[in-house]
């Protein structure tokens, strides 16, 4: 089980620190994932951490901004989170899968989910 953590309310430019807690199983035995979904929009890929815990993967527009890390003492993942736009407001999102990042932006390659966490950025 996947349970996210670290979300809330934020002004422009701010930051914010996500995690993704792992139950039952270790995460760097696992790719994991980042996605955000904004109220009437579809699921989107934001970022990958590949199972080596080097190779990483970012959208365009978090590339300088959002930086993803592992903690394998914790058994937790993180999605730092800076210069927030009010665009950036979502539910945020971690998921599990094998090995690799690859098409990392594509939900259907994600075996497992975690519930989400809101972010919202507004003055």
């Known amino acids: 089980q996947l349970v996210e953590s670290g979300g809330g309310l934020v002004q422009p430019g701010g930051s914010l620190r996500l995690s993704c807690a792992a139950s039952g199983f270790a995460l760097d035995d696992y790719a994991i994932g980042w996605f955000r979904q904004a109220p009437g929009k579809g699921r989107e890929g934001i970022s990958c951490?590949?199972?080596?815990?080097?190779?990483?993967y970012y959208l365009d527009s978090a590339k300088g901004r959002f930086t993803m890390s592992r903690n394998t003492a914790k058994n937790a993942v993180y999605l730092q989170l800076n210069s927030l736009k009010p665009e950036d407001t979502a539910v945020y999102y971690c998921?599990?899968?094998?090995?690799?990042?690859?098409?990392?932006?594509?939900?259907?390659?994600?075996?497992?989910w975690g519930q989400g966490t809101q972010v919202t950025v507004s003055s």
């Open positions: 951490i590949a199972r080596d815990n080097e190779t990483t």
């Open positions: 998921a599990a899968r094998a090995v690799l990042c690859t098409y990392f932006g594509d939900p259907r390659h994600y075996d497992d």
